[in-house]
């Protein structure tokens, strides 16, 4: 027994049940480098990462970068950029460079934390509803088709409009009306997976509902779920920043949206002062074209198919360049 286990090369060590399984082997061990090689050779993903990083770096040392008050009034109205201030005054005589840092605090904060909790909600009643189906589906599937067809820049401000204003009551707002298309579409992944072979098998085993669905099928909807992750962020960004653009968050505070209120307020596109609000709008875009190139970078890495076509052109590419007109064949190796 024990010279046919070495032959195989498995290690055999207890479970926390006491019983008897496998070890993983230095196959699955290379298996798992394998995967991480591919997520630092993708380009889309390097640079989308790379990218985010720096504004969360920006965001975090804000009190290093720009030292001092960004509310404080520095110099006269609209000054061009120059040595002392790099991007300009606004139209009070504020620092345009200082609000560009320390806006970001806010703005990120509230997009990953619209993020976060859009998901986890999307998640919790998609899976419940395509998991249960009956009436548990009907009733949620019902409450998800109503919040998805209400307008939702109309249902944003009146949200907005009658809360207090504040952090708080933007993801609160965001979150109410982000969740709904997370749900639809965790629902329709649920849909597909509970009739697996894997769910029949824990249910013949008699394992509990809520141990099937975020045990075993969980799992299989990573990728769905940090796209979902990605998307709803991306959505919260721009929709805090029209908010604020619009006059229902509270402009006192610095953020990339409260910037471009008080450039519009100040007559900023009047006068010519593009420094007022280029800065804020491009750190929204370049941040939202971050998270769209880790999100086209995920799916390439854990979509079979992209991932084949990306091998399949990779190959024909490099006979190209050697002049071969022989045809690829890409074969997976076999561990």
Known sequence: MA???????????PTLTGQVAPAPTQAEAKARLGWLRRLLRNPKLVLGATILLLFIAAAVLAPVIAPGDPAGFVASPHQPPSAEYPLGTEGQGKDVFAQTVW???ISLAVGFSVGILATLIGVIIGMTSGYFGGRVDDLLSLFTNVVL????????????????????????????????????????????LREKDFVAAALVSGERQGRIIFRDILPHMTSVIVGSLIGTTIYAIGA??????????????????TNLYWAQNNAGLLVG??????????????VA???????????????????????????????????TLATPV??????
């Open 240 to 257: 805090d920043a029209a908010l604020s653009f619009l006059g229902f968050t509270n402009v006192s505070q610095v953020s990339w949206g």
């Open 3 to 13: 010279d046919r286990t070495q032959d195989q090369n498995l290690e055999i060590q």
């Open 149 to 192: 067809i209400i307008p939702g820049l109309p249902l944003l401000v009146a949200l907005a409009a009658f809360l207090p204003p504040g952090n708080v009551t933007v993801v609160l707002v965001l979150t109410v009306t982000g969740w709904a298309w997370p749900a639809r579409v965790m629902r329709s992944m649920t849909l597909s």
């Open 330 to 335: 890409v074969r997976q190796n076999q561990p």
């Open 273 to 286: 002062a593009w420094w007022t609000f280029i800065p804020s709008g491009l750190c929204i875009a370049l």
């Open 103 to 105: 806006g970001s605090r």
């Open 289 to 323: 074209f971050a998270l769209s190139l880790i999100n086209y970078a995920m799916d390439e890495i854990t979509n079979p198919r992209l991932r084949a076509e990306k091998e399949i052109t990779d190959v024909t590419v490099k006979q190209k360049n050697r002049g």
